[in-house]
């Protein structure tokens, strides 16, 4: 591929990963209006608070790192950026990504996690360093489940070249990964996961309001924090796209393949927003103990059916 | 020695059980409401009592209030009987100029803040507190200076600028 | 109109600072925030940090020992910012005009125009005043700026 293509499909993907993450931060806001039976804000909410943020000042606190407080939203939004641009390039030319992908794509998700941290702990704060100090527990459990389930997918589909094109592929010839029984626990488990990176209910515990004030959030203001907010935004979109890629039979921007595309997107949003409202928050150790002795063996226990051949 | 009870004709029990256990102690018993009882004692006898009531007879130490009388500081101890759903209020005084009483800290850890309240507000002295210091005036706010006494004079009617 | 302004308009995050009060008033602001007055239609929201805020809701007369860290969060607030003054005590007072341990430098208003002469302040009185009081409030002042 040539250069300017790739700035390109870069380019094109952060700005359609941004335009559909505002729009998810949407639907997740209005749903759990409605579900408390009241009217929620405009569509355009979210942008609103990202030009909001802008136009603010920016302080960085007196005993902060200057560099990695400031550089650590970049980093995250990067990274984020760098996944929605594979996954749209995926479903735009499958077959056209580079070989490991997948890998590629899983170790960039795990980046603005870490940028989280790294601007927790360069706050200079005590919110901050708590905040990132659970958020790096957090990141401990709900890895390796994660991985687990997609590795379990690609042995069910016998792929073991880690291209996100070929295992579209092969999910349009022999149906969801999801409907198969192997693959549907690994669906269950991951859609947890995903839970947990985003920071929603029951594991937003990094930015738990009533005891953190902010978590590592806490010192962030104006221009810093539109970049945070637009990160975290486009992982609620980013996330879904690659739950239907892997597990839900690809997307597909194709009329009229895109209907169910758009349909597959939408419930799993909905259902990710309905778990953030019906459930309390979890308590760290909770959250740890629940990630590595319950979903790591449902993990665990797909993989074993995916071998088998279920 | 009780030296005089102003009871009502259905005396609470407790009044009784209080009495065979520090009766010489207490200067009067007054019980105005049902499970409301009053017992004034002498300042000397108010760590005796309340060892008596908190520790042997199971009461719970709900506060200490003080009132700024002109020429005394009553320092009035309220302890709940939740089991017999009665409070019994222990009123003792500290003469002025300079009130000293004995603090209860020693005996109910929980007496030790609401005695260092009072002592910022009121300007009792409390004999054998643990650590008498400052806990709810400001940092700078003058020494010596009560604001709930009746000597401080409330500046009225300031004018902001 | 700047955009910036326009864009504060859409979408201003409050933050809470109870100053020394009864919480009366900081009652009615946690009713205000609950689903029966749905303030997110504005885009109201309640943040963590006085670093998130647009809006500093002030309840309390100001004690001695909250003025320099009121002035600290007002500070922390990034500008532009907008102070809203709820309850008859963080406007005036009120009843406690003449009360110890107050501080020096006055109520509420005076003590965030010692740190900076220029701050926007809006007064809610009312004790403590009805939610819909603040939304009427909210909405003069989004509209005055």
């Known amino acids: 591929m040539q250069l300017p293509t790739i700035l390109g499909v870069f380019f094109a993907g952060t700005a359609g990963t941004m335009a559909l993450g505002l729009f998810s931060k949407w639907v997740d806001r209005k749903v759990t209006a409605r579900v408390q039976f009241r009217k929620g804000p405009p569509l355009l909410q979210p942008l609103y608070d990202v030009l909001k943020l802008l136009g603010k000042e920016t302080l960085v606190p007196e005993n902060a790192r200057r560099s990695g407080f400031l550089l650590a939203p970049l980093v995250g939004f990067a990274a984020v950026s760098v996944v929605g641009a594979i996954l749209w390039y995926t479903a735009w030319k499958p077959g056209g990504v580079f070989l490991g992908d997948l890998i590629v794509v899983i170790y960039f998700l795990t980046i603005p996690s870490l940028s989280i941290i790294i601007g927790g702990t360069s706050s200079g704060s005590p919110y901050g360093a708590l905040g990132s100090s659970r958020e790096m527990k957090l990141v401990i459990s709900y890895e390796l489940p994660l991985v687990l389930a997609i590795v379990a997918v690609l042995v069910r589909a016998e792929l073991w070249t880690f291209r996100l094109g070929e295992l579209v592929a092969y999910q349009q010839a022999h149906g969801a990964m999801a409907l198969h029984l192997s693959g549907l626990l690994a669906l269950i488990v991951a859609v947890f996961c995903v839970q947990a990176k985003l920071g929603l209910v029951p594991f937003d515990i990094p930015e738990a309001e009533t005891e953190l004030m902010g978590g590592p959030f806490t010192e962030y203001s104006g221009a810093p924090l539109a970049v945070f907010y637009l990160m975290r935004a486009m992982l609620l979109a980013v996330l879904p796209l690659l739950l239907i890629t892997v597990f839900l039979g690809g997307v597909d921007l194709t009329f009229p393949g895109v209907i169910w595309t758009v349909v597959k997107y939408v419930v799993l949003l909905v259902v990710i927003v309905l778990i953030r409202n019906t459930n309390p928050r979890l308590r760290i150790d909770h959250a740890v103990k629940f990630f590595w002795y319950i979903l790591t063996p449902v993990s665990l226990v797909a993989l074993l059916l995916a071998l088998a051949g279920y | ?161 | ?145």
């Open chain 2, 1 to 161: 020695m009780v030296r005089s009870m102003e009871t009502i004709a259905t005396g609470h029990p407790l009044v009784q059980r209080i009495l065979d256990r520090v009766g010489r102690c207490i200067e009067r018993v007054r019980e105005d409401r049902p499970n409301r009882v009053f017992l004034e004692i002498a300042p000397a006898h108010n760590l005796e009592v309340a060892r008596v009531l908190f520790w042997d007879l199971g009461a719970r130490l709900a506060t200490i209030s003080g009132v700024d009388l002109r020429d005394s500081v009553e320092i009035n101890y309220h302890f709940c009987f939740d089991a017999e759903h009665c409070v019994v209020t222990v009123k003792t005084w500290a003469d002025k100029p300079d009130p000293h009483i004995e603090s209860l800290a020693p005996i109910i850890t929980g007496a030790q803040w609401v005695e260092r309240e009072i002592n910022d507000l009121i300007g009792c002295t409390f004999d054998h507190h643990p650590g008498l210091t400052r806990l709810i005036l400001a940092d700078d706010w003058p020494e010596g200076v009560h604001p709930l006494s009746r000597e401080y004079q409330c500046p009225l009617n300031r004018e902001y600028p």
């Open chain 3, 1 to 145: 109109m700047s955009w910036k302004l326009w864009a504060l308009k859409k979408s201003p995050w409050v933050y809470h600072v109870n100053t020394g009060a009864c919480n009366n008033c900081d009652i009615e602001v946690l009713e205000l925030l609950t689903p029966r007055f749905d303030v997110e239609r504005f885009g109201v929201m309640l943040v963590g940090s006085p670093r998130h805020a647009d809006a500093l809701l002030v309840s309390g007369i100001c004690t001695r020992q909250a003025a320099p860290r009121l002035q600290e969060v007002y500070r922390q607030t990034p500008k532009p910012c907008v102070v809203f003054c709820i309850g008859a005590c963080a406007c005036s007072r009120g009843i406690f005009h003449d009360a110890y341990h107050t501080s020096p430098v006055g109520p509420v208003d005076e003590v965030i125009k010692q740190v900076d002469p220029n701050a926007i302040i809006m007064y809610i009185p009312g004790c403590p005043p009805k939610p819909e009081a603040m939304i009427l409030g909210v909405v003069k002042a989004l509209n005055a700026l």
